[in-house]
């Protein structure tokens, strides 16, 4: 409920109706109250369905009130809220809400100002896909992330694998509030929206970069393991790799290092042409960095004077084991804490590897709010995940109401329904996007920072996106990743190092309504971002900020460095899939929670566009890796005297959550059950099945299931089995979910809103190069459009149009570029190759 001592939080004058139920809705819920929001939880009898301590955490902020929504009563008192609300979160199958009598429909003609947001596990449109039990892992299988586990699983030949991180139900929780609040922003001319954010359909957006396919890929920007896979697929080898036999494969500046305590320390290091610098310097080791080649990353490799660069990602074969070996000498000297203060002074991106149990009890967590301590009634001191988006000047983000016990909230929704509904707005003729018109300079990098840019452009800003003349990051960042992270952007080079370079950033601030940046408080001043710095340039401007460690408070790691990556080993993702400190594994491969840190930055913005409606001044929008990889641990980031054990599925040989919630063989391949209620009833409703209901224990079911699924094929099973709450999901191709999901961008109009998938062929890119890319689909307004963002210009493209529009005449511009303070092309190819 609203905090009644701070009525001027980011969104304390926006009430919010809660029917959401497990993660995604209830994960939207949280995030609004987490800001101010006024958040009424809608309780079936019996309480919430999800049983489990998450969920007191997922309720705090909020106060909860019982409704029997099959009754009359109930229905019609669910109706009264919605009239005196903002917006309302569902998260059922299509179809629940409007047999209920509370579908968009009804409840907009009742209330046209509502926001209502729908969040089914697959679109409401897709035939095949709309009907299904959208259990968490049910998406998870439906997309392919169970078998596109990472290059170290290809490599050891481990298919499927099975992990309980709740991807979707994360992505599309960031989608749905960001959504909510930039449709909130356009209300008072536009009227009210029904928005539709399939979960799968978010999965797919945050797996971008592992689906990413480029015509005619160079050999250039392959990873080691990339290279092996290949290597091996076309002699028709085994993919049998042990995991240490993995270890010759990995670059020396992307690897986990074992220290003196036996703590894994990891190093994320490579691609910005400082860092290996930095790394080697740290350990002692600059006698090896003198013999290590370093020249241009954007070299056309025909042009390179050896057969690699530091600057590039990957190290060379030549050296790679040679800079891996001392540098796993110098790592046993020390401890992994003793490291982590030497890497945070130095500027070194690379963390110690944690388990989660580890994080939530870790001093910079604590410290910093990425946990926080709430007295919970039921559990005590209980710690939880902070906000995964806040705002620089709201001093409630570190204090929690807890979650409500039963139906506490009955005297408050009595006063609510007292309440006159509230007022029409109003409805335009003609809808424009969310944020059309809304000005937005990009000074981020990599994948997170970029994420804000291009999502913003789908619903109408205009990105100006500036980096340096020099640029610090390989081309495999900047161009490879860009391709995605850079849509629907235009392009300038420019030195901020210089005083006309400062001079020109000046002008764009002045011009600009927000600013994206990816850096710590430290290199945020240093840049002159400082919050007094924009002030007195425009009082009005946002800064969007993501770094990897930040909190709402600073904590010892604060201005620490660090890549998703990292996130995942401080915060014990990576112990977690990899299934203990000996064998930490990254989750899946690119941008994992780099995407997501993207999508909670925006959320944060929305939260900023809202109370600068109300207040008329700027703020600093936050979030971080950090606290992005809290999110997709969501379910499991509680702890408190009495607490189950952190025994969740975990490593490599993981194929589900007991016998109900399982991968397993059929005759013809690999299907996940999902009865994680019915559990035994929906072995009884299938004679080949129902003797294996009777067995008591869980394990003995677990093998025979195992044995029995392999006498018939998938889709037997799954005809048999698929009833009431049951699912069947055959295990998809995450390669092969984008294949049959693309449209070409020459054949016409992109859907974005009919299939759940959507992949669109770029065909005639700038690059010269056809490149695959997930179309922008997540989100789906009944009223307003989504926008495809224009391809990714090529760096520069744009500086001398910049540049005239805040003032310089063509003389300037030119002497600009002539003296090295602006610049139209890093690379003479638009992808050097």
């Known amino acids: 409920m609203t905090d009644p001592s701070n009525p001027d939080r980011p969104l304390s004058d926006l009430r919010v109706i809660d029917f959401g139920q497990y993660l995604a809705g209830p994960l939207v819920g949280m995030m609004l109250a987490d800001m101010g929001a006024e958040v009424i939880r809608i309780d079936p009898p019996g309480g919430p369905r999800f049983q489990d301590p998450a969920t007191d955490m997922l309720g705090r902020g909020k106060c909860a009130v019982t409704l029997d929504l099959k009754t009359e009563h109930g229905r019609d008192t669910a109706i009264d809220l919605a009239c005196r609300a903002d917006v309302l979160i569902e998260n059922f199958r299509p179809g629940v809400m409007q047999r209920l009598g509370l579908g968009p429909e009804v409840l907009r003609r009742a209330n046209p100002n509502l926001i209502y947001l729908s969040l089914p596990g697959f679109a409401s449109t897709d035939a095949a896909l709309a009907g299904l039990p959208a259990w968490e892992a049910v998406i998870a299988a439906r997309t392919g992330q169970f078998t596109d586990m990472g290059l170290n699983r290809r490599l050891m030949g481990i298919d499927p694998s099975f992990s309980p991180l709740t991807l979707a139900s994360a992505y599309g929780a960031a989608f749905g509030a960001m959504s909510v609040l930039f449709a909130l922003g356009v209300r008072d001319r536009q009227g009210g929206d029904h928005i539709e954010a399939p979960l799968a359909s978010a999965l797919m957006e945050g797996l971008v970069y592992n689906c990413e396919q480029i015509e005619d890929y160079p050999e250039r920007y392959k990873s080691p393991r990339e290279v092996e896979l290949e290597r091996r697929t076309a002699a028709g080898e085994p993919l049998n790799l042990s995991f240490e036999e993995l270890s010759e494969f990995l670059d020396p500046f992307y690897r986990t290092y074992t220290c003196s305590d036996g703590t894994g320390f990891y190093v994320v290091a490579g691609s910005v042409a400082s860092h290996p610098r930095r790394v080697l310097q740290i350990l002692g080791l600059e006698d090896l960095l003198e013999t290590l080649p370093d020249f241009d990353a954007y070299l056309n490799s025909s042009d390179w004077p050896d057969a690699w660069s530091l600057r590039n990602y990957p190290v060379g074969p030549d050296a790679r084991q040679r800079v891996a070996d001392a540098m796993k000498q110098a790592f046993l000297t020390k401890t992994a804490s003793e490291w982590e203060v030497l890497f945070g002074a130095g500027k070194a991106p690379a963390t110690a590897q944690r388990h989660t149990s580890e994080w939530l009890s870790d001093p910079h967590a604590l410290a910093s709010g990425l946990i926080l301590e709430v007295a919970d009634p039921r559990h005590g001191a209980m710690r939880q995940m902070g906000n995964v988006a806040w705002l620089q ?322 889709a037997a099973w799954r005809r048999s089995l698929s009833q009431g709450s049951t699912a069947v999901a055959p295990l998809a191709l995450l390669m092969r979910t984008r294949d049959e999901a693309r449209q070409s961008e020459s054949g016409g109009d992109i859907d974005l809103n009919r299939a759940t998938y959507r992949v669109i062929r770029h065909d005639r890119h700038p690059m010269g190069r056809w490149v695959d890319l997930v179309a922008p689909n997540a989100v789906r307004p009944a009223e307003a459009p989504i926008r495809v963002p224009g391809p990714m210009p090529k760096y520069g493209a744009h500086t001398r149009e910049i540049l005239a529009e805040i003032g310089f005449d063509p003389g300037e511009i030119q002497r600009l570029i002539d003296a090295g303070i602006a610049a139209e092309s890093w690379s003479e190819d638009y992808l050097p190759t």
């Open 393 to 714: 000047s709201d001093e409630g983000a570190l204090r929690k109401t807890p979650g409500p016990e039963g139906d506490e909230g009955r005297a408050w929704v009595d006063g609510i329904l007292a309440e006159p509904p509230r007022a029409f707005v109003g409805e335009a003729a003609s809808k424009t996007g969310w944020l059309d018109g809304l000005k937005v300079l990009d000074l981020t990098n990599v994948i997170a920072g970029p994420t804000i840019g291009s999502t913003l452009a789908r619903f109408g800003a205009e990105v100006t996106l500036v980096q340096p003349v020099e640029p610090s990051v390989d081309p495999w960042n900047t161009v490879v990743f860009g391709l995605h992270a850079q849509r629907g952007k235009r392009s300038l080079l420019l030195n901020l190092s210089a005083p006309e370079g400062q001079d020109a950033l000046r002008r764009l601030i002045a011009g600009s309504d927000v600013v994206t940046m990816n850096g710590t408080d430290a290199q945020r001043d240093r840049l002159g971002l400082s919050p007094a710095d924009l002030k007195a340039i425009n009082p009005k401007l946002i800064l969007v900020q993501l770094d990897a460690f930040g909190g709402p408070a600073r904590g010892p790691k604060s201005d620490h460095l660090g890549y998703d990556d990292l996130a995942q080993a401080a915060t014990g993702v990576m112990t977690r899939f990899g299934g203990g400190m000996a064998t930490p594994e990254e989750h899946a491969h690119f941008g994992t929670i780099d995407v997501l840190t993207g999508y909670c930055a925006c959320v944060a913005l929305g939260a900023a566009l809202w109370k600068a409606r109300r207040t008329g001044m700027g703020d600093v929008a936050r979030a971080s890796l950090a606290a992005a990889g809290n999110l997709i641990q969501a379910q499991f980031m509680v702890d408190f005297q009495g607490r189950r054990p952190f025994d969740e599925p975990a490593g490599r040989e993981a194929l589900g959550w007991g016998p109900f919630y399982h991968c397993y063989r059929a005759r013809d391949g690999w299907f996940f059950l999902a009865a994680p209620t019915e559990r035994r009833e929906a072995l009884r409703r299938v004679a080949e099945l129902a003797d294996i209901a009777d067995l008591k224990d869980d394990a003995a079911v677990l093998e025979k299931l195992k044995e029995r699924f392999r006498t018939a094929d998938v």
